[in-house]
């Protein structure tokens, strides 16, 4: 019989459980309902500092109580983990990541994006897993999804030309109390990194990037907006924006291609075609076309969660590794640091593998 892995969860909030509430949200939409779904998979402990939220999970995920925890060193200390699970806070994340590479029974983490806020602490959790062999997936679940996939496709087949330019964004209100706290990145970290990791997917590494941002309360605290315009080393262009102050969630990315237009998001999935004009003479224009997708459907979490198992049991890198994360990241961190410099163009000089 095909070995079972045993699971750990620290952070028992929205992204490990409490989405799986939203009636609305295709199901499983957290890790633990990835876990309970996917037969290999086994959720054996789990840790919060909140009372409340541990306890909660406990009871929805069946997990004994002797095998909940407060502290995660003591969880890690206690239990034979193969997999664990890090959804807590950001600031979190690297702490909690190199005290479970130093642990001898874990053999993948399945960490939440961003991977960290900073380079520095990306290279750490990448390096301390590398060396002990741990698999490291980053929740940048978007991936996983076939449209998404197919769309890949579609840029590497060149079915629809060569890809051209991608218009992306991750639009949406910030929390009043965060525009005033010093905290060093709002929508463009948070929702940006799925974004501009669907950039790096699509398009490949950036060559250079010219960024803005807007921060009504002063430099060091969070901005109301950020982007910029990323050239690629492909030559696509690439304009992105995070934040907005817009009273509503809109999350895509907008492909245009040689001969066609791609428009893929949380909005689902709209597809254009070249074809000649009915209002000019001698021109073509693009009009709505159906998007075709011959692949099988799978839910993003539970693809992350079987992605996992796979580099564990294959010894290779899972898809949306830890480099690719960080490689989201030094994106998004270049785009601040050229709107500190007044809109510098700031150069990628090395592919980052
Ligand atoms: N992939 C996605 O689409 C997605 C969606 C939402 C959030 N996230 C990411 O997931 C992470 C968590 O976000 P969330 O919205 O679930 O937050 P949340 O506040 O709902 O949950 C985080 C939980 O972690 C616990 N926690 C914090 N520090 C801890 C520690 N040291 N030890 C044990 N428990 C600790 C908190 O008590 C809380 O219950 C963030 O990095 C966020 O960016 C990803």
Known sequence: MAKQYRVGVVGCGRIASLLEEDPLREKPATHAGAYAAYPRTIITAACDIDRWRLAKFRDKW????????????????????DILSIATWTESHCE?????AENPHIKGIYLEKPISANLKEAGRIIAACKKRGIKLLVGHERRFDSNFSRVKEIVETKEMGALKTIFAQALSLP????ARKKYIGGTLLHDGTHLLDLVLYFGGPAAWVMGFDK???????????????IVLQSGVTVFVEGGGERNY??????LQ????????????????????SRHYTGFHELA?????????RENSFTGCVRELVRAIENGRDPVSSGVEARNALELILA???????????????????
């Open 62 to 81: 069946r997990v004994p109580s002797d095998r909940c925890y407060r502290d995660y060193r003591e969880m890690l200390s206690r239990e034979e983990i």
């Open 288 to 296: 709505p076309a159906p998007f075709k997708n011959p692949h099988k």
């Open 215 to 229: 921060r009504p309360c002063g430099k060091g605290n969070i901005e109301t907006a950020a982007g910029g315009i």
């Open 96 to 100: 909690i990541a190199l005290a479970a």
């Open 257 to 276: 291609f040689e001969n066609g237009r791609i428009v893929i998001g949380n909005g689902g999935i709209h597809a254009f075609r070249n074809f000649t």
């Open 175 to 178: 929390p009043p109390k965060l």
């Open 249 to 254: 969630f809109k999350f895509d990315l907008d």
């Open 335 to 353: 785009i601040y640091q050229s709107a500190d410099d007044g809109g510098k163009k700031v150069y990628f000089r090395r592919r980052v593998k």
